[in-house]
């Protein structure tokens, strides 16, 4: 559409605007649902079909039949006579968003409701994106029915919205700009689009009056600053500023007395429509070169720095950043605290949900400039990532076993070496005490080390293998790939966040390992006896 530009995407809504309207299945069962000249299980059918579909279709057929209007309580028996229960929608934003464009954009549905729909797009943004996409819905010279709406009391907003819009037809503008005119708002408020048409210079002389009159009857302070404007432009036919000074003389005489004495100052109509068209046409070569400036070249220019702001977001994210070298020196020093936050830079780095929204925004950003022929979508199926499979996994079970039988195989060399060469000591049971010590410190030093290490695997895989791997998928537009290590980057901060625990409880865990549990030679078997039940306690 001449005049305003259609945004290719919409915020919480990732669909680019050529995929923003329902495929042929989607648009007959939305028209069908809406058509009451049609047989109960047809329409039934219908909006069974939507509910089917889910996501945006259901969006958009719940709001068909919710939306208010004289095929209100016509919808809702078909409702109840089917199985759709629309009072829990299973939907998303981002689907209500897309299926309100659904409803906006179908021509066979019920003006009333698509205008609905337009309505609920444009309130729904705090910007006037929502207006950018409704004017590219609905047609050029289809937004009459603004005035009835706010006649109404709805659609205020969005009427608002149209009457400052530069690039509507002025004299539909000047209809919207009447009725808000005419609507009732607090004491003092003059809507901005108001205020902009009565000063409009290419409105028609009368229909400025009319809306500046229509202000000043329903508050006549407010309407002084417009029928100020109306009297002072030379734009304004004579007849209709001196209508304006004579309501002013209700209301401020004396600003009704400043006005009568400008009359005579006031360039002619002609000379004042002179300058007018040359305000115009200055208007037309600043805006000839604001297209320029938006030539296609530009806009290319301006996605690829977009794109490259994106993937420098997610290089500076870069988990290791150090991590590995302080990592390593905390587990060295035994440091709980160190470690503890080491693994809190970890999940910082990389849980981030902005991490996910640059990768999407990524994804939609590269469809537009490059076009629909890159890797799979998110969302959509894919065989995951293989490096996932080779997570270091560790569990307090697999440290407990790897405790007993380093201390079993402890044992099994120690008395095989007393069976070659004899005991140390004739005091056989202080010898079984030192080497119980000893075995006791050595699987306290292993079992340490093994969590220590299982840690700073964790970290290596994370820092050397998976975030690599993510900036690569995304450097190469391989976004699902990049999701897939994304997700695979979480799992090992999880498991970090679960293999410090675990590194904490080696220190406070006692993983010691009673010998005689072992099968023992009857000889070996008396000494470990009275060693049980000798001084040790044990």
Not at 26 to 42: G, Q, V
Not at 186 to 201: F, I, M, R, T
Request: aromatic share 6%; with cysteine.
């Amino acid at each position: 559409m001449d005049g305003i530009e259609r945004p290719e995407l919409l915020p919480d809504c990732e669909v680019p605007a050529r995929y923003r309207q329902p495929d042929e299945l989607i648009l007959d069962c939305l028209i069908n649902l809406a058509d009451e000249s049609l047989p109960d299980n047809r329409r039934i059918s219908s909006l069974d079909a939507c509910d089917i579909r889910g996501g945006a279709a259901l969006a958009a057929a719940t709001f068909v039949v919710k939306t208010p209007g004289p095929w209100q309580e016509d919808l809702q028996r078909v409702v109840r006579a089917s199985r759709v229960n629309i009072d829990r929608p299973r939907f998303t934003h981002a689907d209500n968003i897309l299926g309100l464009c659904y409803v906006a954009g179908t021509k066979g549905l019920p003006p009333g409701m698509r205008h609905r729909a337009a309505d609920a797009l444009v309130s729904g943004f705090r910007d006037n994106v929502g207006y950018a996409e409704v004017r590219h819905l609905l047609a050029k010279n289809d937004w009459d029915w603004l005035a009835d709406a706010v006649r109404e009391g709805w659609a205020v907003w969005t009427a608002q919205v149209f009457a400052g819009d530069e690039t509507a037809p002025l004299r539909t503008r000047m209809r919207v700009g009447m009725a808000l005119a005419e609507h009732e708002t607090p004491a003092g408020y003059v809507p901005e689009a108001v205020a902009q048409l009565v000063a409009h210079p290419g409105g028609a002389s009368g229909d400025r009056l009319a809306i500046a009159v229509a202000v000043a009857r329903r508050d006549p302070k407010s309407g002084l600053d417009l029928l100020c404007c109306v009297a002072s432009d030379p734009l304004v036919q004579a007849g209709h500023r001196i209508q304006a000074i004579e309501l002013l003389d209700e209301s401020d005489p004396a600003k009704a007395q400043e006005m009568r004495a400008l009359q005579t100052r006031l360039p002619s109509g002609r000379e004042a429509r002179d300058r007018q068209r040359e305000a115009a046409e200055r208007a037309k070569r600043e805006e000839v070169t604001r297209r320029e400036r938006e030539a296609p070249k530009a806009v290319t220019e301006r996605l690829d720095a977009e794109i490259e702001e994106l993937l420098d977001r997610l290089r500076i994210r870069d988990p290791d950043d150090g991590l590995g070298g302080r990592l390593d020196d905390h587990l060295a020093e035994t440091d709980s605290e160190g470690v503890a936050q080491d693994i809190v830079d970890i999940f910082d780095a990389v849980c981030d949900e902005d991490i996910d929204l640059s990768i999407r925004l990524l994804t939609a950003l590269t469809r537009i400039r490059y076009g629909d022929e890159i890797e799979t979508a998110p969302g959509e199926s894919m065989s995951g990532d293989p490096i996932a499979a080779v997570i270091p996994r560790l569990t307090r079970e697999e440290l407990e076993a790897y405790a007993k039988e380093r201390a079993e195989h402890g044992w099994a060399i120690w008395r095989e070496v007393v069976e070659e060469h004899g005991w140390d000591d004739e005091d056989r049971v202080g010898e079984v005490e030192r080497k119980d010590e000893e075995i006791t410190g050595e699987v306290r030093d292993l079992i340490f080390r093994k969590a220590s290490d299982h840690l700073r695997a964790l970290e290596h895989h994370l820092t050397w293998k998976t975030w690599p791997a993510l900036l690569g998928a995304a450097e190469e537009r391989k976004f699902a790939a990049a999701l897939a290590h994304l997700a695979t980057a979480r799992l090992l901060a999880e498991e970090a966040e679960s293999a410090e625990v675990l590194w904490k409880d080696t220190m406070a865990r006692s993983y010691y390992f009673d010998p005689l549990s072992m099968p023992w030679p009857r000889d070996f078997w008396l000494v470990l006896e009275e060693w049980r039940h000798g001084t040790t306690g044990r």
